[in-house]
């Protein structure tokens, strides 16, 4: 054997192809003995539920149209959750990003006596306060901060 290959972690049956899980799975169904095949296959050979689905029809077996669309549903439930998920952390970074602002000035510098902000503008910046910091270039906005030598206002 050559001792280059590394073997890996993964059991070989979680890492079959297609045509491979087919050959393997007609050896494995009649030795499995829980209640839900789909899951149990999707398990063993680490696919998703669409895909044992697919799999399991191709190999003969009937699928209940209902539990295929009940499961369809599921999984678009999931994939809204997701997306909302993510766009939480994406307004949390915005929150995070202009921590020092708001919706009038882009960076607030300090504040006057009387309790007034002054700082950057978000008109003097020429950004919409909605962007991201992937949006647009580090290089084009300068910000000044109190350690500053030459601080412009």
């Known amino acids: 054997m ?3 290959k590394k073997k890996s972690n993964i059991p070989r049956h979680k890492r079959l192809d297609r045509a491979s899980r087919l050959l393997a799975a007609e ?3 009649p030795k499995y003995e829980g209640e839900n095949i789909i899951k149990g296959y999707s398990k063993h050979f ?10 399991l029809q191709m190999l003969g077996y009937k699928i ?12 678009e439930g999931q994939k809204k959750v997701k997306e909302q998920q993510r766009q939480l952390q994406k307004e949390k970074k915005i929150a995070e990003t202009y921590s020092n602002s708001d ?5 607030i510098a300090g504040y006057t006596s009387g309790g007034a902000s002054y700082g950057i503008s978000w008109e003097e910046c020429e950004i919409d306060k909605y962007e991201t910091e992937e949006d647009f270039s580090s290089q084009d906005i300068i910000l000044y901060t109190s350690e500053d030598d030459d601080i412009p206002f």
């Open 27 to 29: 050896h494995w169904i």
């Open 2 to 4: 050559n001792k280059s």
């Open 64 to 75: 209940n149209p209902d539990y295929v669309n009940q499961l369809n549903g599921t999984l």
């Open 46 to 55: 680490a696919v998703d539920k669409i895909c044992a689905i697919n799999e």
């Open 103 to 107: 919706d009038t000035f882009y960076y």
